[in-house]
């Protein structure tokens, strides 16, 4: 079982609509859970960090959180053209705080007008 | 802030030869990641420092790899002999907690 795995796409939605993106992970003890976006030839870069079980809201953002379920989703509203990319999600393996960052194979998310 | 800065951007070589790619990260933090990434096997975790430590490189591929680090303000990761499997775009991160900040990459094409 792979540490990180993602709902393997590609995942295609209308201007507006909402884009719904999972995450399941291995390691129990997890506590600290990410979500990067990546442009084509880009650096991923940060959108949402989550620490606590429920939600987590940045604007058209929403991280969601189940650590019984071992489950991270991200949640776009509204979604744009420009929300266009690979979504990576990703995990701190063990119970640290900070530490190894393992990411999961990515989602390409493609938003048609 | 500059932020993560790599060297070269593109590296072309032949099967054999020693490529080494170079990171300087965001002046205070006090960790520096190196990932690897491929269509086939995403982005993966190859080594990373702590204080200019390494805390854990099980994810290096082979002994054809190795990482120094050493001072705060420097990395590299050498390759030797490259092969063309090696071939991957090679990111460098750094952070001062959690948040990590990717420098713009390697291209590495090993011919």
């Known amino acids: 079982q792979k540490e990180v795995e993602q709902n393997s796409g590609p995942l295609s939605v209308p201007e507006g609509a909402i884009a719904s993106l999972n995450c399941t992970y291995s390691?129990?003890?997890?506590?600290?859970f990410f979500w990067y976006r990546q442009y084509s030839g880009k650096s991923p870069e940060l959108i949402m960090s989550i620490y606590s079980n429920g939600d987590k809201e940045d604007g058209r953002f929403t991280a969601q959180l189940n650590k019984a379920s071992q489950y991270v989703s991200l949640l776009i509203r509204d979604s744009q053209p420009s929300d266009s990319a690979t979504y990576l999600c990703a995990v701190i393996i063990g119970g640290t705080s900070y530490g190894k960052l393992t990411f999961g194979q990515g989602t390409i998310l493609t938003v048609h007008p | 802030d500059a932020g993560v800065i790599q060297s070269p951007r593109h590296e072309v070589t032949e099967m054999g030869q020693e490529v080494t790619l170079r990171c300087k990260p965001i002046s205070g933090h006090n960790s520096l990641f190196w990932y690897r990434q491929t269509m086939m096997r995403g982005l993966e975790l190859l080594i990373y420092?702590?204080?200019?430590?390494?805390?854990?490189d099980s994810g290096m591929p082979e002994d054809r790899f190795s990482a120094k680090m050493p001072n705060a303000s420097f990395s590299t990761l050498k390759i030797q002999p490259s092969e063309p499997r090696d071939s991957a775009v090679y990111f460098c991160?750094?952070?001062?907690?959690?948040?990590?900040?990717f420098g713009s990459g390697t291209q590495l094409s090993v011919l």
């Open positions: 390691d129990r003890v997890s506590q600290s």
């Open positions: 991160a750094s952070t001062e907690r959690t948040e990590l900040f």
């Open positions: 420092f702590n204080n200019n430590v390494p805390i854990d």
